[in-house]
């Protein structure tokens, strides 16, 4: 009879769980109840790169495509898409960051490979591009085969120098990388010749092409991008998931590139 | 437990070890380079910050300053991209040596000016007095003495000097910090990374400041 009670009682309460947890679509892991008792969802994204994440100079705020993935998510979690914590990071910040719970999602042109799902989720790719080359209009190189044994500057955490290394060994051409911390760094070292190539995501070199500067039209390995939180953190990175595909099926994926012009 | 020191993180970096010792070497040599300029840059300016020739002390005083209120990393971004606007391209090792070599020249250059005028007066004085000109009085009596009070600061700015090195990260300079930097930032596996490097750089620093420390106690006995 006790058995039974207690049966009933589990019953009970696991369905009144579930209609919870379903009115507030979500499991409630402990991290996602950590950010909805916090009330702001504290969001890593880029501040450096046009159309994706950029703080216009004029106006301070920080806009782009990536912010608005990070609103819908917001939207998700706590039922408002503006209660969130935007921070600038870098390449090199963006890792350190999630590791020490300083920020709940990283959604930063974040490249995912095999080597880092080791160390953090990923969600499903919202975007996909190749690596392209940014060279000065002078010495007229045509392509990548022109660059051979020349230097070719690329950031510091980014995958461009896997991607043009493969492309090269194809060639059967050396060429020598630099890397710097931030994209205006190689911008600066490709001015003053330090580099002759500046190699990074085409979405990103588009934010630096000037009248000196062109585009190569090569495109290397494509680069999936997503969005990246800590390895612990299952929970959230399940949620976020659903977040991604949810986006990709309504179509609104496709309506968010189009808007920042990323195609 | 995935952490930032996840056991197969170190695994990694073993198999890469040689990626950071070629830094090592690399921030190693271009310490002692960048030593040899800012001792030469030191002793000179600070011989003529101590001297009585008014446009010396003025040349002198202009470099300390300038250099010492500046940001190194700022000189060493000039060294890489400025000079190359005006035909001037240093290979990136000497970057690290005259911008590192100049920028602690200048705080050498103070810690001898210093030394010398702890010298008393008198001796000086004396030394003129028999005959010996300014440079010979210089060599013959005030460096000799000047040197037991200077030798400890010196040791104490070669080992700043050698963690100064770490700016050539900035401007892809294939020293400790930048192989530390780009190794771990491709896999992102900046844990152990950082770790090692820091040992690596105390490797390279605590003797000399255990010198340091070694000098001090012997001036303070003799003095």
Partial sequence: MKKWISICAILVLSGSFLVIS?????????????????????????????????RDPKTNKIDGFEIEIARVIAQKI????NKLALQGVTAKTRG???????????????????????????????????V???????????????????????????????AVQAEADKLGIKVEFLEFATYPEIKAALDSGRVDGFSVDVAILSGYVDKSTVILPERFSPQNYGVASKKSNEGLA????????????SGQLDKLIKKWKLK | MVGP?????????LKDGNVFIEGFGITALVAVLALGVALALGVIFGMLGASHWKFA??????????????????????????LPK????????????????????????????????????????????????????????????????????????????IKNTSVMAMVAGGDLMYRADSWSSGNIYYGPAYVVTGLLYFILCFPLAQLARHLERRAEVSA
Wanted: charged residues 20%; hydrophobic residues 45%; positive net charge.
């Fill in chain 1, 22 to 54: 379903s009115l507030a679509a979500t499991n409630d892991a402990p991290e996602v109840k950590a950010i909805k008792d916090r009330g702001v969802l504290k969001v890593g994204v880029k501040v450096d790169v046009p159309n994706f994440g950029y």
């Fill in chain 1, 78 to 81: 706590l039922g408002n898409k």
């Fill in chain 1, 96 to 130: 350190p960051l999630l590791d020490n719970n300083e920020l709940d999602l990283v959604i930063a042109t974040f490249t995912i490979t095999e080597e880092r799902k080791l160390s953090y989720n990923f969600s499903d790719p919202y975007f996909t591009d190749g």
């Fill in chain 1, 132 to 162: 392209g080359l940014l060279v000065k209009k002078k010495p007229g190189y045509k392509s990548l085969k022109d660059l051979d044994g020349k230097k070719i500057g690329v950031a510091q955490s980014a995958t461009s120098r896997a």
């Fill in chain 1, 238 to 249: 399940a949620l976020v998931n659903e977040t991604i595909v949810g986006l990709k099926n």
């Fill in chain 2, 5 to 13: 020191f996840a056991w197969f993180k170190w695994e990694a970096l």
């Fill in chain 2, 57 to 82: 002390k003025r040349a002198s005083r202009c470099y300390v300053e300038f250099i010492q209120n500046t940001p190194l990393v700022i000189q060493v971004f000039f060294l890489y991209n400025g």
């Fill in chain 2, 86 to 161: 005006i035909g001037i391209v240093l290979p990136v090792l000497w970057v690290g040596v005259i911008g590192v070599g100049v920028y602690h020249g200048a705080y050498i250059a103070e810690v001898i000016r210093a030394g010398i005028q702890a010298i008393p007066k008198g001796q000086r004085e004396a030394a003129l007095s028999q005959g010996f000109n300014y440079w010979e009085a210089m060599r013959y009596i005030i460096l000799p003495q000047a040197q037991r009070i200077v030798f400890p600061p010196l040791t104490n700015q070669a080992v700043f000097l």
